[in-house]
């Protein structure tokens, strides 16, 4: 059936994507108008069902940011002019991912450089539309220091301080990488109301990099981060990191602290 409906294809075949039921209240496209905007983390169909000035960042969804090297593609267009006027913030992942940590310097980019200007309600999730500052300033990652760390020693994250955290394979694990696929690493987030959530990593995403010193559990505890309202039972106490076969990693993991400015 894919193969057929090339066929039938146009260069109005885009037609089809009108009219739908997925429109955004009048006061968002008004808002928005003709400005340069992107969507995270992955629903492009609001942008172009709306007919919006889309402006895709390097590596257009967010799932697909799975390297160091993808992370700072994007994160150097959004840390840049290039950034788009206006981004559609849903505060979502996959696979039992922490969002914040999709994109981490991004997200941080966003929380620095944006405000958040409305939120509306789409196909039963709560969407935020943030602006750029006028007076946006590109974020700065000054080395402090690098250390290691025994797995499941906790780490207390402090404010301002971005983390690059790295596993080192044993020779079990890089051969299961080859055959297989990259073994799998956990971490959980230890809040001050001493509840813990468990959450899916991987080397990868973490050499990306991570921050914050508060869990947000939910699109509106997100959205209170910019309207300086934080609930300190959401104070991070600790991460602790773990591989799920303590075969596939040795115990020691690298730390490497930057400070965040502006």
């Given amino acids: 059936v894919y193969i057929n409906e090339f066929s039938s294809f146009t260069e109005t075949s885009g037609i089809r994507l009108y009219p739908n039921n997925n429109q955004l209240p009048e006061s ?23 007919k919006l000035n889309y402006l895709p960042r390097p590596v257009i969804q967010s799932y697909s940011v799975y390297t160091k090297h993808l992370e700072e593609l994007n994160f150097d267009f959004y840390n840049s002019e290039k950034a788009p006027k206006y981004v559609l913030y849903d505060y979502a992942s996959l696979d039992y991912r922490y969002p914040l940590f999709d994109e981490s310097k991004v997200n941080l980019v966003l929380l620095k450089n944006y405000n958040a200007v409305e939120t509306f309600t789409l196909n039963e999730r709560q969407i935020i539309l943030l602006e750029r500052k ?6 700065k990652l000054i080395f402090n220091k690098e250390y290691a760390i025994l797995s499941d020693t906790p780490l207390i994250p402090k404010k301002d301080i971005f983390y690059e955290v790295e596993f080192f394979s044993t020779l079990k694990g890089k051969i299961v990488s080859i055959i297989n696929h990259a073994p799998e690493i956990k971490f959980s987030i230890k ?3 001493n509840g813990t959530n468990e959450y899916r990593t991987s080397n990868s995403l973490l050499k990306s990099g991570i921050f914050s010193d508060y869990q947000f559990n939910s699109t509106e505890e997100y959205l209170n981060n910019y309207k300086n309202i934080l609930n300190e039972e959401n104070r991070i106490k600790y991460y602790t990191f773990y591989p799920v076969n303590q075969e596939y990693y040795k115990d020691k993991i690298k730390i490497t602290e930057y400070k965040i400015t502006q």
């Avoid at 968002?28 to 709306?50: C, R």
């Avoid at 006028?134 to 974020?139: F, H, L, M, R, V």
């Fill in 191 to 193: 809040k001050n109301n």
């Fill in 28 to 50: 968002v496209k008004q808002k928005i108008g003709n400005n340069t905007i992107d969507v995270f983390p992955w629903n492009i169909y609001m942008l172009l069902e709306n």
């Fill in 134 to 139: 006028e007076n946006a300033k590109p974020i």
